[in-house]
């Protein structure tokens, strides 16, 4: 069984920075995607990046192109998100999530960690 669980939330003022964390157990195909995905309140849970497990191939949301950056020790079974130059939009709840296809739908991951809140102040 694939485990997730996501760490490095926080609340943090505008233009600051954080690094998410998802540290995955089980077992992970080296077709695996492991994708990170964000919930605002009372909107749909959306996409912001993903890497595949075995090679450096990533794709990122346009709205966090330049800011984020996701990747990945595999050694470490760890999967990071550094986001820099933070916005208030950026606020939501985060999840990482693995799945088998190299996707942006979130409908395509199997598996889901609970979730990081991340809260960007002006």
């Known amino acids: 069984q694939v485990q997730l669980e996501e760490s490095g939330g926080g609340s943090v003022q505008a233009g600051a920075s954080l690094r998410l964390s998802c540290a995955a157990s089980?077992?992970?195909?080296?077709?695996?995607?492991v994708g990170w995905f964000r919930q605002a309140p009372g909107k749909e849970r959306e996409f912001v990046a993903l890497?595949?497990?075995?090679?450096?191939?990533?794709l990122y949301a346009d709205s966090v192109k330049g800011r984020f950056t996701i990747s990945r020790d595999t050694a470490a079974n760890t999967v990071l998100l550094q986001m820099n130059v933070l916005r208030t939009e950026d606020t939501a709840v985060y999840y990482c999530?693995?799945?088998?296809?190299?996707?942006?739908?979130?409908?395509?991951?199997?598996?889901w960690g609970q979730g990081t809140q991340v809260t960007v102040a002006s």
């Open positions: 999530a693995r799945g088998s296809q190299y996707s942006s739908d979130p409908r395509d991951y199997r598996f």
């Open positions: 089980g077992r992970f195909l080296s077709s695996s995607v």
């Open positions: 890497t595949r497990w075995s090679r450096d191939s990533t």
